[in-house]
């Protein structure tokens, strides 16, 4: 055979044979592709998993039958500051040294960096405030005060109400300001002087007896204790007490700025105590408290779990203060779940002189003197704000209960001054 006779018999055999189609055949070769990729896939994970699973059967102690063991110790609070020690079985910090207040970091509040008495500030009627962050007394002549009201922007009011010193001093509580940042109540004379920053309207509620040294709003912002030397009424403000007398009396105490709502702290000699207040048994203790305090200075504010007050302490081993007795402010836990943590205002040792006579240098210890200092309220759940006085200088700290860290807030140049929920901003 010849080889031109080959191409021409292979097209006659190839004549009958059905033309395939290519784009069929490449696209089910490339599925096929495809699933054995994903197969071998699945298999590659699977084995994958198996292995992690021996793996973390096998890591716990005692083989792969141990059960996972939970983290006992709860994470660290950021900012956390480990405590100096222990006192009467609770955690206590010091304060940062008076002088030192400056230089803290701070929490912005509508206060500022330095809080003074305003210049000829607005009348309240013309600009009230819708929420009480401040109220600080401006001295009249005579002796008299005129109340001064800062609300959460920053803008101040003056209120047209004439104060009368009372027995203690200026008239004004630290609790003086209502839950709700709407009123405020003053002790006066023989009655309560009410306010409202809404709205520039003032009141007095008549009561039956002249030394009215402590007012202190229960949580509904519809009820006042009001308090002198061993007396005690409870003032119904405005309507809602379903034929509750207006003034009803409660028991009282011999220090008035004990009598608070709903938590007070008292007793000394070891034998502190946190009552609990409602309406129908009055004050009930919840626990007792080895404290070694010798007196209670200021008023009583509590938040959700926590109770605070400050208190003069006996000599302390674990702190400190040959030339001042210590003063320590005290966060009881109201609930199982918070710990009573401690914060004790120390003093600061004397240093020696420098040759720099611009620069002031206590020679002699710096102290806090006792009476000078107290609790003024919460900033938040956990940030309690503290007034502390020195021999230079006056402050507003926030304590941290939950951490230990203590900031400054701002620094004083007025008097009494009672601080409200607008101090959120």
């Excluded at 950021?78 to 002088?99: E, H, L, N, Y």
């Excluded at 004790?344 to 020696?352: D, N």
């Excluded at 006792?370 to 309690?384: E, K, N, S, T």
């Amino acid at each position: 055979m010849r080889r031109e006779d080959v191409r021409p018999l292979l097209e006659r055999a190839a004549r009958g044979l059905p033309v395939p189609d290519l784009a069929d055949t490449a696209w089910a070769g490339g599925v096929g592709v495809r699933r054995r990729r994903r197969r071998g896939a699945l298999a590659l994970l699977a084995t994958v998993l198996v292995v992690a699973a021996a793996a973390a059967l096998l890591s716990g102690t005692g083989g792969g039958n141990a059960e996972p063991v939970p983290p006992t110790v709860p994470p660290t609070p950021f900012g956390f500051v480990p405590p100096s020690g222990t006192i009467a079985g609770m955690d206590f910090w010091m304060a940062p040294p008076a002088g030192s207040e400056r230089f803290l970091d701070r929490v912005v509040t509508p206060l500022g960096d330095l809080l003074r008495l305003p210049d000829n500030p607005p009348e309240l009627r013309v600009q009230p405030v819708r929420r009480i962050a401040a109220v600080l007394l401006a001295e009249q002549s005579g002796g008299h005060f005129t109340p001064l009201l800062l609300d959460e922007d920053g803008h101040w009011g003056r209120a047209d109400l004439d104060l009368a010193p009372i027995s203690s001093g200026p008239p004004l509580s630290s609790a003086s300001v209502s839950p709700d940042g709407r009123l405020v109540a003053f002790p006066q004379p023989g009655e309560m002087a009410l306010l409202d920053g809404t709205t520039a309207d003032a009141y007095r509620v008549k009561l039956p007896w002249q030394d009215v040294r402590s007012v202190s709003w229960l949580p509904d912002s519809k009820r006042v204790l009001v308090s002198g030397k061993d007396r005690a009424y409870r003032v119904l403000v405005g309507s809602g007490g379903d034929g509750e007398q207006a003034v009803t009396a409660v028991s009282g105490s011999s220090d008035p700025a004990a009598v608070t709502a709903p938590y007070r702290l008292e007793g000394v000699a070891g034998q502190a105590s946190l009552l609990q207040y409602s309406f129908t048994r009055g004050w009930t203790v919840q626990r007792t408290l080895q404290l070694p305090a010798t007196s209670w200075v200021g008023q009583t504010f509590a938040t959700t779990d926590r109770a605070a007050r400050l208190f003069l302490a006996t000599p302390l081993a674990e702190v400190s203060t040959p030339t001042s007795q210590p003063q320590i402010v005290a966060g009881i836990s109201t609930t199982e779940s918070a710990p009573s943590r401690l914060l004790v205002l120390g003093e600061t040792p004397a240093q020696k002189p420098i040759d720099t006579p611009t620069i002031p240098v206590p020679t002699t210890p710096e102290i806090r003197r006792p009476g000078c200092c107290g609790v003024l309220g919460w900033y938040d759940d956990h940030d309690l704000l503290v007034q502390v006085v020195g021999r230079y200088s006056a402050w507003i700290l926030a304590w941290d209960v939950q951490t230990g860290q203590v900031r400054r807030v701002t620094e004083l140049e007025v008097g009494p001054i009672a601080l409200g929920p607008g101090i959120h901003g």
